[in-house]
């Protein structure tokens, strides 16, 4: 399919195949979570032994000295912190290997607000150390500060920008704001660190009175920043440079559904896993600065990517009529929610709406024997089933046992929830002895992995993804 693209309907996923092509796998970083730990925790103390170093005990002398090195301490932490920050933004395949973009979330999330509070804490600590130290009142100091202290109004510019984001970030903000208009306030972030980094170039004690200190400094900011460059794009200008990724076609597969087809050249080289997920930016006038994630929805053949995506706004409803031929960057590949996590023979897919679409992949490409795959698909309606053709043929060829759960809960058809957890222990005797990958609506993966933990089934068996609505 390299350099040429079809119609819409002449280009469509082959039936499933019984064996799948085999493309390259990601890479196996050999790190783990407990190495990540002891870097963290290494470099947080370097940063209190040089802090003490240069004299920081002394200052614990008199109370305004307490409260200036409260105000040291939370600076010196709440930029490492910030630099942390940098490198849970930079997508990088290790750190995705070892947590997973789940726990990179919540983390990115919790860093970033601990990180802020610790530089209000800077603030105010601070000033009032400097005031009880000159007799002054807060407010006279805080207004001194700005006005005759080099770079301190600077900092305070970026301490703002810092709070900006944060409230961007606030869940109730969020679901208010467009991701474009959330986008482009997080942009400025890396303006915030940029005059962060000037107040401590020029005021901070490890900068003024040790080279050595200096060049830990920035060396962390070195690491952060390159980070972010090599994964966040540097990664993807590479691929989208060498496979020249385009839209070879788009094919409605329900109502409000539609997979979109990805081309390119040497897509067999490509090393990318069933249940993996890309960051999807179409080159259009109004599509280049967008990034989404979607999930691949067949397993990787080195002809095509498959993602499907269903109609849930303007933005989506746009890329189901994307034009053949349009040119693609992929962000990517991300996410463990691959077979690379199973612990067991035998394998359970619970799958909820368009959440389907990772795991119609993993039903494609997972080891199977007769018996050993089963997949649950729990759809409000029958509209709702995507795929329905291909399950099928795929439980047939691989030996895999599908069950639709279909209806409206509360409704004759459905009149209790299908996934409570004696009806997973109903429909699936065995599942104590299987993985559990979960993917759908965030209501139902939180019913669901609360049941399978009713059932005390092992957190090592149980794999999700929750899917952005």
């Known amino acids: 399919m390299d350099g040429t693209y079809t119609t819409r309907k002449n280009v469509r996923a082959a039936a499933p195949a019984r064996k799948v092509r085999r493309v390259p796998v990601p890479r196996v970083w050999p790190v783990t979570a407990n190495d990540f730990y002891a870097i963290l925790g290494g470099l947080a103390f370097l940063i209190l032994g040089m802090w003490v170093r ?15 090195a409260a105000g040291e301490i939370s600076a010196l932490y709440g930029t490492y912190l910030v630099l942390i920050q940098l490198i849970l933004m930079s997508r990088s395949p290790w750190l995705d290997q070892i947590f997973g973009q789940d726990r990179i979330t919540d983390a990115h999330r919790w860093v970033g607000f601990t990180a802020i509070w610790l530089l209000v804490g800077h603030a105010v600590f601070t ?14 100091e ?15 510019v970026s301490l703002l920008l810092f709070i900006a984001v944060a409230i961007s970030s606030v869940r109730a903000v969020r679901r208010k704001a467009s991701y474009e208009t959330w986008y482009a306030i997080h942009l400025y972030t890396y303006l915030a660190i940029a005059l962060g980094f000037l107040h401590q170039l020029f005021v901070g004690v490890d900068f003024t009175t ?35 990724f385009r839209v070879a076609n788009v094919v409605e597969e329900a109502p409000g559904v539609a997979s979109l087809y990805v081309a390119g050249r040497e897509l067999d080289q490509l090393a990318v896993r069933a249940g993996q997920w890309f960051r999807l ?43 053949v031929g349009t040119r693609v960057i992929l962000e990517g590949p991300y996410g463990t929610f691959t077979g ?13 709406g368009i959440g389907i679409t990772p795991l119609r992949a ?16 729990r759809a409000s309606g029958p509209e709702e089933v995507v795929f329905k053709g291909e399950i099928d043929e795929l439980a047939s060829l691989r030996g895999a046992t599908v069950h639709y759960l279909v209806g409206r809960r509360g409704s004759r058809e459905m009149p209790a929830d299908p996934l409570d957890p004696r009806s997973l222990r109903r429909l699936v005797p065995d599942i104590h002895d299987r993985d559990i990958y979960v993917c759908g609506p965030s209501g139902m993966m939180t019913r669901v992995l609360s049941g399978l933990r009713w059932l005390r089934i092992s957190d090592k068996q149980i794999h999700y993804e929750r899917f952005a609505f």
Request: aromatic share 14%.
């Open 127 to 140: 000033t009032i150390g400097y005031a009880m130290g000159i007799g002054a009142s807060p407010v006279d």
């Open 362 to 377: 993993l039903l494609e490409e997972l080891p199977a024997s007769r018996g050993n795959l089963t997949l649950l698909y």
């Open 281 to 323: 930016r179409f080159v259009t006038k109004q599509g280049w600065f967008r990034a989404h994630p979607f999930s691949i929805s067949a397993a990787p053949n080195g002809k095509y990517l498959r993602f499907t995506i269903k109609e849930l706004g303007d933005y989506t409803k746009t890329l189901q009529a994307i034009p």
């Open 340 to 352: 690379a996590a199973r612990t067991k023979a035998r394998v359970l897919l619970i799958a909820g």
């Open 210 to 244: 040790d080279q050595v200190a200096s060049l830990f400094w920035i060396g962390l900011y070195l690491v952060a920043f390159g980070s972010l460059a090599v994964f966040r794009f540097g990664q993807p200008i590479a691929i989208t440079w060498r496979h020249r």
């Open 54 to 68: 240069h004299g920081g005990i002394n200052e614990l002398a008199t109370t305004s000295g307490i409260f200036t």
């Open 142 to 156: 805080l207004v001194t500060l700005l006005t005759t202290y080099p770079y301190v109004l600077w900092s305070a």
